[in-house]
């Protein structure tokens, strides 16, 4: 075969390889675009920024717990990924929750609040650890006394509700933590931009695990903008985990239901930025990554998984770590002389 004839045919092949290539890049993302969204790149157009600005002063307010010691960002840490990375959160003297504190960041996409739904929504949520005696240990009257002693706050709660003829309130407390916290979202990971079209965001072991995470069966729970979030599964479908991961004395969505089918039933946790927020699951007893997708294929599909498949898994899932919120921490008013003391 002459030269120059050698030459074409190689470089035809090389042209169908590479298109080969393309295509089955682009059936795997259209595959995954089919099942998962991006992060908007941006919050919505429709939050009040004063309200914002409000409640990312709330949010690192620690007179909002009867110590002056707590605040919503002790357990939801903005420089940690939302969480607080320790089992369970240490609450009024120093008494221990009863389930991991799950991130912050993205929790506007998800259905409801807490593992087990408790919460409609941000503003439901924000009222709940304040006046909780193992958390913030608080009341609405003292907390809507300690604010309406500072005039700082009173004057950014008539700018955030200025139609509102008692701006100082713990609902309006609530609505600002919520716009604010709805503004923490971690746009452009490296999985967000494969799923607009960027094919080198990820390696070839990322979309091998990509497409195991989906052939598996995760997606059954996992799936949607924030990877989870969106349905309640029982933990343990097919074979429970041991007492130290699924304690028998929470039930979960039963305490809110009281219905018997919803025993040991938790909302799927989302995934976003899984790699920051260990330890895992609401008992938070398990701190590998690796060892989080064992168990979950084990209790939730009925399949072990091979070490190359967690390994690949994992490798993916390291890909949905999106661009953290940058958050200037706030200057709070000073105390006045009518503002209620702290309690031991």
């Keep these: 075969m002459q030269p120059f004839r050698k030459l074409a045919l190689g470089s035809l092949l090389l042209a169908l390889g590479a ?3 393309a295509a089955n890049a682009d059936a795997l993302r259209d595959q995954a675009n089919g099942i998962f969204k991006p992060i908007p790149e941006k919050p919505s157009d429709t939050l009040n920024p004063d309200q914002v600005t409000l409640g990312r002063q709330l949010f ?3 007179r909002l717990s009867a110590s002056h010691v707590i605040s919503c960002n002790t357990c939801h840490n903005i420089g940690t990924g939302g969480a607080d990375n320790v089992p369970t959160s240490s609450g009024h003297e120093w008494q221990k929750g009863a389930r991991n504190s799950p991130t912050v960041f993205n929790a506007v996409f998800n259905v409801a609040q807490f593992w087990d739904g408790r919460a409609k929504d941000l503003e439901e949520q924000a009222k709940g650890p304040v006046q909780n005696p193992v958390e913030m240990h608080n009341t609405p009257k003292n907390v809507e006394l300690t604010l309406q002693s500072m005039p700082e706050y009173v004057a950014a709660f ?10 100082v309130s713990f609902d309006n407390m609530a609505r600002a933590i919520q716009a604010f ?5 971690t746009p452009d990971s490296r999985f967000d931009l494969y799923l607009k079209g960027d094919d080198k965001a990820m390696n070839e072991q990322e979309k091998k695990g990509l497409q195991t995470f989906m052939s598996a069966g995760c997606i059954a729970c996992h799936n949607g903008v924030n990877l989870g979030g969106q349905a309640y599964f029982p933990f343990g479908l097919v074979k429970k985990p041991d007492d130290k991961i699924l304690p028998s004395g929470d039930k979960g969505r039963f305490e809110v239901t009281k219905t018997e089918n919803d025993e040991y039933v938790f909302r799927a946790a989302p995934l976003r930025n899984v790699a920051l927020t260990a330890p895992y699951f609401h008992s938070g007893q398990v701190w590998n990554l690796d060892e989080a997708v064992k168990i979950m294929g084990n209790a939730q599909l009925g399949k072990q998984l091979n070490d190359e498949e967690v390994g690949d898994i994992v490798a993916f899932l390291k890909t949905v770590t999106g661009k953290q919120p940058t958050v200037e921490y706030p200057l709070l008013p000073p105390s006045t002389a009518t503002t209620p003391k702290p309690v031991d």
């Design 181 to 185: 916290e709805s503004t923490l979202i």
């Design 60 to 62: 690192f307010e620690p």
């Design 158 to 167: 008539g700018k955030a509700f200025p139609k509102d003829p008692q701006p």
């Design 19 to 21: 298109a080969s290539a």
